[in-house]
């Protein structure tokens, strides 16, 4: 009997432990996207519990608070903002005419279908029409160079100064799942040989899971009822593991494009554009901005013979939206301006197919920016991973690489992969594209 009495006991032993450390497990189901992080860590998300008086007397309830849910809101905003700018094929057609009045007849413009991420001064020509369609994929990988599989932050107690079984933090180690697919179909006609207006409508799917592993980093106190986490079956423990997830899908933020050449030669020419974008897309989803934007962009183009360069360089106004502010309460504020440029070639290496390549780049002007730093606790000692939120201006640049091929007729087929190339802003280490364009 005393034997198995023995047993028991360190059975009892071994296993208590182990069931604190056993994760609680905890999901939640978000329906705007814009709000996954208040919704993560808010009253329902991951709050830290107490059973046992603090030296004044009081207990409380979710009394751990820190800047991450409120200020990486801004992964929201860089999101939308990726999914708006990052470029699509132009609306104007690969196949580009003239009316030679002498003739009687339309004469192309060029002996290649044009680049596939950028513009070239060349337009449909008076009466034409051009549609197209493309599908891109993204999935996000990191933020500023921060692993979003691995992205830490630090909660701290109110008032930890003060001492007394206060100076305990929850650490957290966050996995952020973002995937996006963007289509969009295009409409293009040209009002006369100089001028063409494009519309573009954009159709957004959105899927977040934000996984977020927490731990009661017990520095001042040593009771574990004094902070704990509460299961929905009222079990306790130091470790939580909760998610959460949404999906949202629905049409993204309409454009208008309107592009005018203005001088033109026998080998080169260049065209003045504006870009109008309507907010149409649904922002606490992260479908649209939530704001208006407009874009006066300037393009240079040249032919010779089977090579093409091209220069594009514009600069884009955005307004005032929740995703610049505070989506939970409704508060706006202005999206950052952005100033857009870009350079690359296009190569005819066959009558039916026609080579791009193109260096993209966006300089987003005064942004919520993070970095990655360490926490010092209050216990002299303990020090632990976490990320500081500033702001200021940051420069994107990503390469473009594809073909256009001519299946029959005036249909094209566009395939495309783009690429980083810094750490910069919101990045997916690669986001393949495909397109059709066919004129009229």
Known sequence: MRIALGTMMVLLAVAAPAQAQTPINLSVHVTELSQIFTELYGPQGLVVNSL????????????????????????????????????????????????????GVFTRTSNTFGPIMSERYE???????????????????????????????????????????????????????ANVTRSATFFSYGITDGLDISVVVPFITADIVVTSDATIQRLGTTDPSTHFFR?????????RIFTAFGHASGPGDLAIRLKQTIGKSAKQGMALGLDLRLPTGDEKNLLGTGAPGVQPFFVWSANYGTFSPHLNAGYQWNGSSVLGGEPGSGISGDLPDV?????????????????????????????????????HALDGHSVFPNIAFTSGSFNELSAAAGVKLNLFGRLLLDLNLLMPLDDAGLRDKVSPLIGIEYAF
């Open 231 to 239: 299961a929905l079956d009222d079990s306790i423990g130091s470790r």
């Open 123 to 177: 337009t449909l020509g008076a009466h034409r029409v051009s549609v197209g369609f493309a599908h891109q994929r993204l999935s996000f990988d990191a933020i500023e160079g921060l692993d979003l599989g691995h992205v830490p932050a630090v909660f701290t107690h109110d008032d930890a100064e003060q001492l007394g079984g206060k100076e305990d933090v929850v650490t957290t180690v966050n996995d952020i799942e």
């Open 52 to 103: 046992t008086p603090l030296p004044d007397g009081s207990t409380h309830s979710g009394h751990f608070n820190s800047g991450f849910e409120s200020e990486f809101s801004q992964f929201g905003t860089a999101l939308t903002g990726q999914i708006v700018s990052l470029p699509l094929p132009p609306p104007a057609s690969g196949f580009t005419y003239k009316f030679d009045s002498g003739l």
């Open 339 to 375: 100033g857009t440029y870009s350079a690359g070639a296009v190569i005819g290496i066959h009558p039916r197919v026609t080579a791009a390549v193109d260096l993209i780049g966006r300089y987003v002007i005064d942004s919520s920016r993070l970095q990655p730093q360490d926490f």
